[in-house]
Structures are given as structure tokens and as C-alpha cells.
């Protein structure tokens, strides 16, 4: 069989089903406004919750690298762990207040390293049923055995966790801080409560809570006034609200070492550059000292959540910078997202397999740099979509 004679009737019905993907073409910098597939658009489909990503201070550092060089050139445990990488793990641990932080070139990577090397044949992990899919696939990777909870569900989860507690089997709890297709937040007072009752351990990919949630930007346990314990370890992104790229996990000295000696996709992979390492210590620094930006953010959720009820929108349950508006079929979401690029706003439909069936959405992310002028042009936008459909 001919990969052809395999894939080309799958393409076909993915087409058919509207499921088909695109890479859309950027042709300016990452920015609220931008020129994307050629044409002029407001972009709110990027995690940039900062505006980071294109910010002054940070392009002015990449100028300033002249004394490194622009690949790592080997695994970290070869010869590619630079001095950058060392002080950016520093400075990330410090500021979480955890023992220690370790890179890794992507938040899907690090999510594919943790499970597989902390569990072990015949221990559980208990996986909310919306986490991201690289928290699935990394859970695949491990030997220990899946037991995905439904979203949120508390009763269910300490269901899971007195049977194994009956059967004696090490747990570990792994949730999204801020549900990335959804926007809202994990029961992390209950599930850290939960985690310390039963002896769990407990995973936490804050890809989306770092840099925005709680006062100084520590992400969701800042949130919540909680403090992350020696059993718990964080994800956290580089690419979203630090604007860089990259990902880190923080945890506990013996953790961290675990991962270290086993995480395979930590181990057998060049290390990220040293030039996004350094830029990423200045991005650190933009990070701490947002509250400004916060708080714009804030406002600016705000101000689009008022607007968009006024217009009678079908938001969900979201107080985050991610606010999804639920159509239900794939058709129709591709169908609002391409008028909506015609108004000069970039939306992207979020379909199957990346969300349940039938929950096809637009995903509408917000940024500190987004003015409000350009919000009312979506919700303008979307306001016009409304009255057409019920018209
Ligand atoms: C919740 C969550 N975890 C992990 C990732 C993966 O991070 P990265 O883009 O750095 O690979 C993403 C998105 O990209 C995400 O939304």
C-alpha cells in the first residue's frame, strides 16, 4: 500500500467533516495587529498575554548576544548546558519558590517527560478528562495505568483516590491550572487538599496561569494563596505570557534530579539556544514586574465579557484571558471564523479532535496590549454575525 493509496481518502474526509487543518501565514511580528495570510487582521488567537512577544526591551537584548552562540549545539547533559540555561533555571525556581527548575525546548516535551519517568507499572494517574493533549500523550508514554476523571469532578477523583489508597498504589494527580480550550481554572484548594489526604503526588501545567494569574503573575497556587509542596511539581510555558519560547518544570531537589536521570525527552534532545535562555531571564524580569499589564489584561477580559453578554454571546464559564465562545458544529465555527477575518479579526474555530465532539468553538484569547478599540471592533464584528443568524 502506497502512503498515498492510505492518507488521501483520510484527507478527504477530514475535509468533508470540516476538520481539515491550515497553517495560517504570518507575514509581520507577533503583535495584536498583524498581517496574517495576507491580510490585516487583529489577532486574537495568540497566548502572547503580556504582549510580550515583540516587546522593545527583549528585541534589544537578542542584539546584545553577540557573546553566544546561536545553537546549544548538544543535549544538556552533553555539552549544551549553557550558563544562561543555569541562571534562567535559577531565577525561575527562586521565583516560584520552589528547590529547583529544569528546561526543556517545548511545554509539549517537558509534558511527555514527567509521567513516564516519576510512574512506575502499577502506579495510577489520575487525569482530568480536559487536560492538553501533550498531558495525554505523556500519560500514554508512561507504564503506570490511566484513569482520566471527569472535568473538574472532585467526587470522582477521590473516588480513584481511595481505591488506590485501598490497594496501596501511588498516585499522581495531573490537571491543567487554566483548562486551555476553556478558559477556567482547576479546583487546585480541593485537589491540592485531596492530594495531601491520600499521599498523591500532584502535576500542574500552569501553561496558561504563569505571568497572568495572581498578583505577582506566580500563576494559579499564587491564585489561590496556596504554596506548592515537595510533592508537586509545575509546568510552566515560556511561550505564552514570557513571550519566548521553551518551557520549564519546577519541583522539589530529588524531583528534579529524577527527571534529570530519566526524563528521556529531557535527556536525548538538543538544548533550547542560549540566546532564548538570556533573552528569557529578561522576560522574567518584564514578567515580575507586569502588574501594570495584569491588570490591563484584567480590564481588558472585563470589558469584552460585559460586551459580548450585551450582544447575548454563549460565553463559557471563563474569568481567564482565554474566552471561548461554544457554536457547537464544526461547520459553523469555521464559517463564524472566516467572517470574522473578513472584519479584520483573526479567531481560530477550535474543533474535534482538539475538543469533544459537537463543542466546536471559537477561541478567543485576549492580551494586555489589546486596546479597547479593538476588542469593540470583534465584538462589533461578532454582534453583526448574531443578527444575520437570527435574521
Ligand atoms: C495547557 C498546555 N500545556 C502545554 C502546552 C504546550 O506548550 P508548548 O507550546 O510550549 O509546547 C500548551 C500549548 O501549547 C498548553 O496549552
Keep these: 500500500m502506497s502512503i498515498k493509496s492510505r492518507f488521501q481518502p483520510l484527507l478527504e474526509q477530514r475535509a468533508k467533516d470540516h476538520l481539515y487543518r491550515r497553517r495560517p501565514l504570518a507575514t509581520t511580528a507577533q503583535d495584536t495587529a498583524m498581517q496574517i495570510n495576507g491580510l490585516q487582521t487583529i489577532n486574537f488567537s495568540s497566548n502572547d498575554y503580556l504582549g510580550l512577544a515583540n516587546h522593545p526591551a527583549l528585541k534589544k ?56 519517568a516519576l510512574m512506575q507499572k502499577g502506579d495510577w494517574i489520575l487525569s482530568d478528562k480536559l487536560n492538553h493533549a501533550s498531558l495525554l500523550d505523556g500519560a500514554l508514554l508512561s507504564a503506570a495505568d490511566l484513569k482520566r476523571y471527569a472535568h473538574n469532578d472532585m467526587k470522582a477523583l477521590e473516588k480513584r483516590l481511595k481505591q488506590a489508597q485501598e490497594a496501596n498504589i501511588q498516585c499522581l494527580i495531573v490537571t491543567d491550572g487554566v483548562f486551555s480550550m476553556d478558559g477556567d481554572l482547576a479546583k487546585l484548594p480541593e485537589i491540592q487538599a485531596l492530594t495531601q489526604k491520600y499521599g498523591a503526588w500532584l502535576l500542574i501545567d500552569d501553561a496558561h496561569g504563569l505571568g497572568v494569574l495572581g498578583q505577582k503573575g506566580k500563576g494559579c497556587f499564587e491564585h489561590f494563596g ?66 501594570v499589564r495584569r491588570q490591563q489584561l484584567k480590564d481588558n477580559i472585563a470589558f469584552f465579557r460585559q460586551g459580548a453578554t450585551a450582544i447575548g454571546l454563549n460565553l463559557m464559564p471563563s474569568e481567564s484571558a482565554i474566552q471561548p465562545i461554544l457554536l457547537g458544529d464544526s461547520e459553523v465555527a469555521i464559517a463564524w471564523s472566516e467572517t470574522l477575518k473578513q472584519a479584520g479579526c483573526w479567531v481560530s474555530a477550535i474543533r474535534p479532535p482538539t475538543v469533544p465532539k459537537d463543542t466546536a468553538r471559537l477561541r478567543i484569547t485576549l492580551s494586555a496590549s489589546h486596546t479597547h478599540a479593538q476588542i469593540q471592533q470583534l465584538l462589533d464584528a461578532l454582534k453583526a454575525i448574531q443578527q444575520k443568524t437570527h435574521s
Design 61 to 116: 537584548i537578542l542584539q546584545e548576544t553577540n557573546d553566544l552562540s546561536v545553537g546549544s549545539g548538544a543535549a544538556h547533559l552533553v555539552t549544551g548546558h549553557h550558563l544562561e540555561h543555569h541562571l534562567l533555571e535559577d531565577e525561575l525556581a527562586d521565583w516560584l519558590g520552589c528547590d529547583r527548575a529544569l528546561l526543556f525546548s517545548t511545554g509539549y516535551m517537558a509534558n511527555l517527560a514527567v509521567q513516564p
Design 226 to 291: 496556596l504554596t506548592p509542596d515537595e510533592n508537586t511539581l509545575i509546568m510552566g510555558t515560556l511561550g505564552k505570557a514570557f513571550g519566548t519560547s521553551g518551557a520549564f518544570v519546577a519541583g522539589s531537589e530529588v524531583a528534579i534530579e529524577a527527571l534529570i536521570q530519566f526524563a528521556r525527552p529531557y535527556i536525548y534532545t538538543t538544548a533550547m539556544s542560549p540566546v532564548n535562555a538570556k533573552v528569557t531571564r529578561s522576560a522574567l524580569k518584564l514578567v515580575r514586574d507586569a502588574n
